[in-house]
């Protein structure tokens, strides 16, 4: 016989013998997730994850501060959980969407927010806008935690805000872990992240870190104009005549007299918030709100700002009051703050920006400076953040 057909004939029997095989086989069989479908119903869906790896941003967006902990879906997914989880409070009764509210950019409309027990927090709370597209990596007004990994744990061991302090008795950290090692939908979306149950700080910031990064706001009309366009310096064509003089004037810097009143040039604002991500410059110091909610004294080590994006809503609408006191709550006032910057006794952490020469900054601000200011403020507005399901409650 041929090797030819010896060679088909051993080919024929080849395939036989694996169909054969195969029909002895056992099927494939899909995890199933009891105890997530009975607690989120069709709100988390582990075989059809939501998007938040993959998100689309302008080209013209280059800031990114992820560092290794690179967003997946499966881990943002389990941070949006852990974010609305009211187990990670002491006594059950909130969550950290209690004080970074979807419906307000991730922020609070309450000067302060509510903590465990009648406690509140100590400053006003922050919006959550953008923050994966920032220089500054370091995170709350004061910057004391280094990453935005170790602030997502800190407020759930605050004695006021969440109660994992281990003082007076409250269970510490330790604690929250063990009490979410014992609740079953944890058990599967931490079997269903990391291959085990294991419940870890490490694992807390890291999720937690991702959903809050995901958090992205690019569908303003300001970033429809920045697309049509090389830079900032360019007339947007999308822009009336007054969002286009406001863009100017918080991109050019301004010229000042030796009494540090301005004769000329823009209002400056981008030399600390700089477009197109409209983050905080880290080498920021103190911008003269200096104030304690609702005590005397002075904050001087305030340094940090969230994004201007979504500062407020399309409509005009700001979302929360402004600054870590609230103290500011139009932005109006906000202008008029940093129109005349007066030089406080005992603030020696002022940043230079807003004293030049030695003296606090005079913008000699018309009505058109900040009627064209403000207007072009709003087109910063973004639309989605408000409703994507993605990054709202999962516990519906």
């Given at each position: 016989?041929?090797?030819?057909?010896?060679?088909?004939?051993?080919?024929?029997?080849?395939?036989?013998?694996?169909?054969?095989?195969?029909?002895?086989?056992?099927?494939?069989?899909?995890?199933?997730?009891?105890?997530?479908?009975?607690?989120?119903?069709?709100?988390?869906?582990?075989?059809?994850?939501?998007?938040?790896?993959?998100?689309?941003?302008?080209?013209?967006?280059?800031?990114?501060?992820?560092?290794g902990?690179?967003?997946?879906?499966?881990?943002?997914?389990?941070?949006?959980?852990?974010?609305?989880?009211?187990?990670?409070?002491?006594?059950?009764?909130?969550?950290?969407?209690?004080?970074?509210?979807?419906?307000?950019?991730?922020?609070?409309?309450?000067?302060?927010?509510?903590?465990?027990l009648?406690?509140?927090?100590?400053?006003?709370?922050?919006?959550?806008?953008n923050?994966?597209?920032?220089?500054?990596?370091?995170?709350?007004?004061?910057e004391?935690?280094?990453?935005?990994?170790?602030?997502?744990?800190?407020?759930?061991?605050?004695?006021?805000?969440?109660?994992?302090?281990?003082?007076?008795g409250r269970?510490?950290?330790?604690?929250?872990?063990?009490?979410?090692?014992?609740?079953?939908?944890?058990?599967?979306?931490?079997?269903?992240?990391?291959?085990?149950?294991?419940?870890?700080?490490?694992?807390?910031?890291?999720?937690?870190?991702?959903?809050?990064?995901?958090?992205?706001?690019?569908?303003?009309?300001?970033?429809?104009?920045?697309?049509?366009?090389?830079?900032?310096?360019?007339n947007?064509?999308?822009?009336?005549?007054?969002?286009?003089?406001?863009?100017?004037?918080?991109?050019?810097?301004?010229?000042?007299?030796?009494?540090g009143?301005?004769?000329?040039?823009?209002?400056?604002?981008?030399?600390?918030?700089?477009?197109?991500?409209?983050?905080?410059?880290?080498?920021?110091?103190?911008?003269?709100?200096?104030?304690?909610?609702?005590?005397?004294?002075?904050d001087?080590?305030?340094?940090?700002?969230?994004?201007?994006?979504?500062?407020?809503?399309?409509?005009g609408?700001?979302?929360?009051?402004?600054?870590?006191?609230?103290?500011?709550?139009?932005?109006?006032?906000?202008?008029?703050?940093?129109?005349?910057?007066?030089?406080?006794?005992?603030?020696?952490?002022?940043?230079?920006?807003?004293?030049?020469?030695?003296?606090?900054?005079?913008?000699?601000?018309?009505?058109?400076?900040?009627?064209?200011?403000?207007?072009?403020?709003?087109?910063?507005?973004?639309?989605?953040?408000?409703?994507?399901?993605?990054?709202?409650?999962?516990?519906?």
């Amino acid at each position: 016989m041929k090797k030819s057909s010896l060679f088909v004939i051993g080919l024929i029997l080849t395939i036989v013998i694996f169909l054969s095989c195969s029909k002895n086989t056992d099927p494939v069989v899909t995890p199933s997730y009891p105890a997530v479908s009975d607690a989120f119903g069709t709100t988390i869906n582990l075989s059809n994850l939501a998007n938040y790896a993959v998100q689309p941003r302008p080209a013209y967006i280059q800031k990114d501060n992820s560092g290794g902990n690179i967003i997946t879906n499966a881990k943002a997914t389990l941070g949006r959980v852990l974010f609305y989880d009211k187990n990670l409070s002491v006594d059950q009764s909130i969550s950290c969407g209690n004080c970074h509210k979807q419906e307000f950019a991730f922020s609070d409309t309450a000067l302060v927010s509510n903590g465990v027990l009648n406690g509140v927090t100590g400053r006003h709370s922050m919006r959550l806008i953008n923050t994966r597209f920032a220089n500054e990596s370091k995170f709350f007004w004061n910057e004391r935690a280094a990453s935005l990994e170790i602030q997502t744990t800190q407020p759930i061991q605050d004695h006021a805000e969440m109660g994992f302090s281990g003082i007076n008795g409250r269970a510490n950290i330790t604690g929250l872990l063990s009490r979410l090692q014992g609740i079953a939908y944890y058990n599967e979306l931490f079997n269903f992240v990391y291959g085990n149950s294991t419940v870890t700080e490490g694992r807390l910031q890291e999720c937690l870190a991702q959903f809050i990064r995901s958090i992205q706001s690019f569908d303003s009309k300001y970033d429809a104009g920045r697309s049509q366009v090389a830079s900032d310096n360019q007339n947007f064509p999308n822009f009336s005549a007054l969002e286009n003089t406001g863009k100017n004037l918080f991109i050019a810097p301004p010229v000042f007299n030796q009494a540090g009143v301005r004769t000329a040039g823009g209002l400056g604002c981008n030399g600390c918030h700089q477009a197109p991500e409209f983050d905080i410059d880290p080498n920021t110091r103190n911008n003269g709100i200096i104030g304690i909610i609702n005590a005397p004294g002075l904050d001087l080590l305030n340094t940090r700002a969230p994004s201007l994006r979504d500062l407020t809503k399309s409509d005009g609408t700001v979302n929360s009051p402004m600054m870590h006191t609230g103290a500011l709550k139009t932005l109006q006032a906000v202008l008029g703050h940093y129109g005349t910057i007066n030089l406080t006794a005992g603030n020696n952490n002022l940043d230079p920006r807003l004293r030049p020469n030695g003296n606090g900054q005079q913008l000699q601000l018309t009505a058109n400076d900040v009627n064209a200011l403000t207007a072009f403020l709003q087109t910063l507005a973004g639309t989605a953040v408000y409703s994507d399901k993605k990054w709202s409650s999962p516990f519906q």
